[in-house]
């Protein structure tokens, strides 16, 4: 096998994995000036028909904007955690912090699919299944190259490290 191809390959894995971790905290920056703008009505129309099988209050509207203007926060503080372990699986060719963050993924996606679900809010489920898409294939690759970077008898300190 070429070693400079396979390196290549891995650079632009862990350039994309970068992007996404970029394009997480641009995202959670941006969802606190964004959850209310009129830009948005149509996700919020989507997700008040999964509640209210009329046109919802004014009230549900703006607890929903709220509620999303939160969650920017919350994805702003996960990018920066996405962002350590892409550093780290990337300088120290770490299968482990490859594999952290695709364990968080699928422990994450198929609860937040199944509660999308229960509510009958299918543009998140859509949006789950491409943000797991396009982070758990790139996340499973780097962690076998780098797993198979590491001579097996060191594996064992890799995994204990």
């Given at each position: 096998?070429?070693?400079?191809?396979?390196?290549?390959?891995?650079?632009?894995?862990?350039?994309?994995?970068?992007?996404?971790?970029?394009?997480?905290?641009?995202?959670?920056?941006?969802?606190?000036?964004?959850?209310?703008l009129p830009m948005l009505d149509v996700y919020h129309r989507i997700i008040e028909a999964?509640?209210?099988?009329?046109?919802?209050?004014?009230?549900?509207?703006?607890?929903?904007?709220?509620?999303?203007?939160?969650?920017?926060?919350?994805?702003?503080?996960?990018?920066?955690?996405?962002?350590?372990?892409?550093?780290?699986?990337?300088?120290?060719?770490?299968?482990?912090?490859?594999?952290?963050?695709?364990?968080?993924?699928?422990?994450?996606?198929?609860?937040?699919?199944?509660?999308?679900?229960?509510?009958?809010?299918?543009?998140?489920?859509?949006?789950?299944?491409?943000?797991?898409?396009?982070?758990?294939?790139?996340?499973?690759?780097?962690?076998?190259?780098?797993?198979?970077?590491?001579?097996?008898?060191?594996?064992?300190?890799?995994?204990?490290?």
């Amino acid at each position: 096998m070429n070693n400079h191809k396979n390196d290549r390959g891995r650079g632009w894995v862990v350039m994309w994995m970068y992007g996404v971790v970029t394009v997480h905290l641009i995202s959670g920056i941006l969802l606190p000036w964004i959850g209310s703008l009129p830009m948005l009505d149509v996700y919020h129309r989507i997700i008040e028909a999964a509640f209210w099988p009329d046109t919802a209050p004014l009230a549900a509207r703006q607890q929903q904007a709220w509620w999303l203007s939160l969650f920017g926060p919350t994805i702003q503080s996960m990018s920066l955690w996405m962002g350590v372990l892409v550093y780290i699986g990337d300088r120290q060719r770490s299968a482990m912090a490859w594999a952290w963050l695709a364990i968080g993924i699928m422990v994450w996606g198929p609860q937040d699919m199944l509660i999308s679900l229960r509510a009958d809010a299918w543009i998140h489920v859509w949006i789950d299944c491409f943000a797991i898409a396009t982070m758990l294939p790139p996340l499973i690759w780097l962690w076998l190259h780098d797993r198979r970077a590491v001579p097996s008898s060191d594996r064992t300190a890799q995994v204990m490290a």
